[in-house]
């Protein structure tokens, strides 16, 4: 049998990143792509939260996995010739049931390069934050991001950056500078945030970066969800560098 992530028909070839031991060719002959469940499985290996998922070949496979995690689920197209599947209807946010799931199922197989669909756990609405690390300089380590996500339109002031040389994070002055704690009287809580767990999040991503074994140079985290004690990863873009990149020259995940 096939793993939860990748259906048995599929013969995977690629790459040697720590935890993973396959990636299907077929998914990579466009410059610059990189599957969205494969850049979930790396996140995972290195024990970021993402949220439950199957990439199915069939409305089998797809219906069997949502009645094990519980309805209502989340389902996306998986193509290679899709880019961002948000443009192209290729995401459907709420499946309440199997007979909407068949038919979400049916519409995506009409898809030019259809491969199948990637089932989700849907999370409740929460806090969006996206967080990101690039390679700098090993003596000095990452350069971090974190942003907060506004409605559309309001930018202002949503960006902070550090370069943690030996003083840490200092989250609670990035979270006011995001404009999500208050610059005077004491820090308090963030509605929706779980500051332990964002601030492994932000730990985590860095080390990722820095881990000369998994061969990135540049991760973004785009969008995290922040709700019910978690912080999870809903979508991830991944740059490895020049000895680890796959053809086309970098690695990015479809979204």
Not at 145 to 164: A, C, I, K, M, Y
Request: proline letters at 7%; glycine letters at 10%; one cysteine or more.
């Amino acid at each position: 049998m096939g793993s939860i992530f990748a259906p048995q028909s599929f013969k995977w070839e690629y790459p040697a990143l720590p935890g993973l031991e396959e990636t299907p060719p077929e998914l990579f002959h466009k410059p610059g792509r990189f599957p969205e469940h494969h850049a979930k499985e790396i996140l995972r290996t290195y024990g970021l939260d993402v949220p439950q998922f199957m990439w199915a070949e069939t409305p089998d496979q797809a219906v069997r996995f949502a009645d094990r995690i519980g309805y209502p689920v989340v389902a996306k197209v998986i193509s290679p010739d899709v880019y961002c599947k948000s443009d192209r209807g290729g995401i459907e946010t709420r499946i309440i049931d199997e007979k909407e799931l068949r038919k979400v199922f049916d519409r995506f197989r009409r898809t030019r390069g259809f491969k199948g669909i990637l089932v989700e756990e849907r999370l409740d609405r929460g806090l969006e934050l996206n967080i990101g690390a690039a390679k700098v300089d090993f003596r000095y380590g990452p350069a971090v991001f974190l942003e907060r996500v506004h409605s559309f339109g309001d930018q202002r002031g949503n960006r902070t950056f550090r370069l943690p040389t030996g003083g840490g994070w200092n989250l609670t002055a990035m979270l006011r500078e995001i404009g999500l704690l208050p610059y005077h009287g004491k820090p308090g809580a963030v509605a929706g945030i779980n500051i332990v767990e964002l601030e492994r999040l932000l730990s985590k991503t860095a080390e990722l970066v820095m881990d000369p074994l998994a061969g990135m140079e540049a991760i973004i985290l785009d969008p995290v969800r922040c709700v019910n004690d978690r912080c999870v990863v809903l979508d991830a873009r991944i740059k490895f560098s020049r000895d680890q990149q796959q053809p086309g020259g970098k690695g990015v995940s479809t979204h």
